[in-house]
């Protein structure tokens, strides 16, 4: 099992970027799916979700508005389209896949850097 997030780096604020994460080794299409963020000397914070066939989204209120989750259930892709984006938003993003009665699954994470 397999989830790798890519599409970070350095963004000024205001600016934009599309992080993915795909999925292999699992049945991506049944498991929901979430990005979790964690910034420098914090912990975990939840930011959005979305369920297995993707009609159903939910993000946080300090991105609510900014980011859109989505996925492609045919390429086992995960995606988050970050915009308006704020030194706040600095932090290692993760996706991860849960299923009840399953175990979770995380990526490595992908940095993103809001700076000026």
């Known amino acids: 099992v397999q989830l790798v997030e890519s599409g970070g780096g350095l963004v000024q604020p205001g600016g934009s970027l599309r992080l993915s994460c795909a999925a292999s080794g699992f049945t991506f299409s049944s498991y929901y799916m979430s990005w979790v963020r964690q910034a420098p000397g914090k912990g975990l914070e939840w930011v959005s979700d979305?369920?297995?066939?993707?009609?159903?989204?939910y993000y946080a209120d300090s991105v609510k508005g900014r980011f859109t989750i989505s996925r492609d259930n045919a390429k086992n892709t995960l995606y988050l389209q970050m915009s308006s984006l704020k030194p706040e938003d600095t932090a290692l993003y993760y996706c991860?896949?849960?299923?009840?009665?399953?175990?979770?699954?995380w990526g490595q994470g992908t940095q993103v850097t809001v700076s000026s």
């Open positions: 991860a896949a849960r299923k009840v009665g399953y175990r979770d699954y």
């Open positions: 979305i369920n297995s066939g993707g009609g159903s989204t």
